[in-house]
């Protein structure tokens, strides 16, 4: 407590219930192309429905990708994916006037932010690269327009026009709420409008022409306001409502004239305006069909690297499985190196090439190269083959690495059981959704290849296919060339270091010493408790904070522990024994 100078009572509070923290042990990720969803941006998903809505459905280039994520969400509910792109993919755009408008890339949502200021004549954008954006058609209409005589109009735009009739039974745009307090109660200033997104070609739905969002009595006025106090503005609601599309060109939408008469930006302070048409030029229905988008989904190791380099900061991101999906070996080392073995608080699942395993002779040779190429490592975890498996959207049947499954049975044990306990065997390793494996080792093989830490999958009788073997890739034997014991160090050593920053800029003496022995002593009593380890030991005293220890502002915690080692080898021996032997007599 601090000194007092006059007499007087000081209460303070010493908080002494830190406890260990639980941490998260079963956070997938994964990054690679897919037809939809943002780029270079981290993506939390939840179910295959989720993965579907975001980032698309899979095709021939994106299958691997696609499936892995979806793979591994059959088993667990957590996965961050990242999309990335090759330098052609464009968005699809709908120009101001029909023509042609400029390419644009449009990645993601902050990318929009600092970037939409530059668009001039792309009047609406899809919200993501790729072909899928060809599919849209958006338009926009006023009061002007729902009011306007068919004849006036384009044969397309008359269309148009009974299109949002049919879609808005409700009165028609007029004046907005805000508008009207801005110009004390009086209805003027026409400034709102309907928009229409629509599937047009069927891409998104399978039904060409069907209306994919409604956004009624939206504002061309930049601070209107809706009565819960959100943006009412077209711009940002198509930018935080949309799924498909966001809005170009903003003074493409409609001009605004003041009482001097002077026309202006329709963003402009709305007190005292009055709205045109759309466009400020007799244009009351605007939009069209999006074009010019392309797909940028063939991805090289380069692009690929650098989406999962969002991966690497963990105190940026939470994660605990690391997929590879079809990347390459160079991709996979990279993973292992860059991100897994830096982090250290992750693993890394790697599937071999697929000319390695599919339609492949030579497979122990080839997967041998795979791993030599990706290195020895206790934070990765190699499997043998690939799967085939029937791809349902597109009604076709796939092979597809398993790194995902593999990723899926860790996190499906951690639910059931623990991060410690093995993911491997008829209790917890079984591989759903497959039709056959790429192919099957003998015993032979499995023993070649489980001594470099690649873990075989085969098929069981009565059993199913299952993961046969839970070896990490470190070629050196010791107790963390066991994926059981990597992961329980990871589950101690994050949680412990997580608990013990309460120590940070705390003095090096008994008392915080004691602090620390009573915050981790009761945690691994746990985990003994729970099968994770045997034994262990907290040494945090004099004997290893020595003076020059404490002097150098460190502060040293040795925890011993003796990690539950999984079976891996049973021995039956059966003896028979005469009709006139004791059992007595032979018995062990």
């Excluded at 007087?8 to 997938?28: F, H, M, Q, R």
């Excluded at 292992?336 to 982090?343: D, G, T």
């Excluded at 799967?387 to 690495?401: E, I, M, S």
């Amino acid at each position: 407590m601090a000194f007092q100078v006059s007499p007087g009572i000081n209460v303070s509070e010493i908080d002494l219930t830190t406890v260990v923290p639980n941490v998260a042990t079963s956070i997938g990720a994964v990054a690679g192309g897919f037809v939809w969803g943002p780029v270079m941006e981290r993506t939390n998903i939840t179910t295959e429905n989720d993965l579907v809505r975001v980032f698309g459905k899979p095709d021939d280039i994106t299958s691997p990708w696609f499936h892995t994520a979806a793979n591994y969400l059959a088993y667990s509910n957590n996965l961050i994916v990242v999309r990335n792109v090759l330098t052609s993919a464009k968005n699809s755009v709908c120009s101001n006037d029909g023509t042609a408008a400029t390419d644009i890339d449009i990645l993601n949502a902050t990318n929009y932010d600092e970037s939409i200021s530059g668009a001039t004549d792309q009047l609406f954008i899809a919200k993501y690269p790729g072909k899928m954006g060809n599919s849209l058609k958006v338009i926009a209409i006023d009061s002007f327009g729902w009011a306007a005589v068919n004849s006036s109009l384009s044969a397309a735009h008359q269309v148009d026009q009974l299109t949002f009739k049919a879609n808005f039974d409700a009165a028609p745009p007029g004046t907005s709420s805000s508008m009207k307090s801005a110009n004390g109660g009086a209805a003027t200033g026409l400034d709102e409008m309907h928009v229409l997104v629509i599937d047009e070609d069927g891409l998104w739905t399978g039904t060409p022409g069907y209306v994919l969002e409604k956004h009624a009595y939206v504002s061309k006025a930049s601070d209107a306001k809706r009565i819960d106090g959100s943006s009412n503005y077209i711009g940002t609601v198509l930018r935080n409502e949309s799924a498909y599309v966001w809005l170009g060109n903003k003074s493409a939408i409609g001009s605004s004239t003041t009482d001097a008469g002077t026309e202006v930006d329709a963003g402009t302070n709305m007190s005292g305006s009055v709205f045109k048409g759309i466009n400020g030029a007799g244009k009351e229905i605007i939009g069209g069909s999006l074009v010019q988008g392309d797909d940028g989904n063939a991805l090289t190791d380069t692009e690929l690297q650098l989406a999962y380099a969002l991966f690497v900061n963990p105190e940026v991101v939470d994660i605990s499985l690391v997929m590879s999906a079809s990347g390459s070996t160079a991709t996979g080392a990279y993973i292992i190196e860059s991100i897994a073995e830096v982090r250290k608080d992750c693993i890394a699942l790697v599937s071999p090439s697929r000319s390695s395993v599919v339609s492949a002779t030579g497979q122990i040779a080839s997967l041998l190269t795979d791993s030599s190429n990706l290195g020895s490592s206790s934070y990765a975890v190699m499997d043998s083959a690939w799967k085939y498996q029937y791809d349902r959207y597109n009604d076709v049947f796939r092979y597809v690495p398993m790194n995902g499954d593999i990723a899926g049975l860790c996190a499906r044990t951690d639910f059931t059981n623990d991060a410690w306990w093995s993911p491997a065997g008829l209790s917890r390793g079984q591989i759903k959704n497959i039709i056959r494996l790429s192919w099957e080792p003998t015993k032979a093989q499995r023993d070649e290849l489980y001594q470099l830490g690649i873990n075989p999958i085969i098929t069981q009788t009565g059993a199913g296919v299952v993961l046969w073997g839970d070896k990490t890739m470190q070629t050196v034997p010791s107790a963390f060339d066991r994926i059981n014991v990597r992961r329980l160090f990871i589950v101690l050593e994050k949680a412990i270091s997580i608990a013990a920053k309460a120590m940070l800029f705390e003095f090096n003496d008994e008392f915080t010493r004691s602090q620390f022995i009573n915050l981790v002593e009761p945690f691994l009593r746990e985990v003994q408790g729970r099968r994770g380890i045997t034994d262990f030991k907290v040494v945090c005293d004099s004997s290893n904070n020595t003076g020059q220890i404490i002097d150098t502002n460190n502060f040293v915690g040795d925890i011993y522990v003796k990690p539950s080692r999984s079976i891996n080898y049973i021995q039956l021996n059966f003896v028979a024994a005469r009709s006139d032997v004791s059992f007595s007599e032979i018995g062990g």
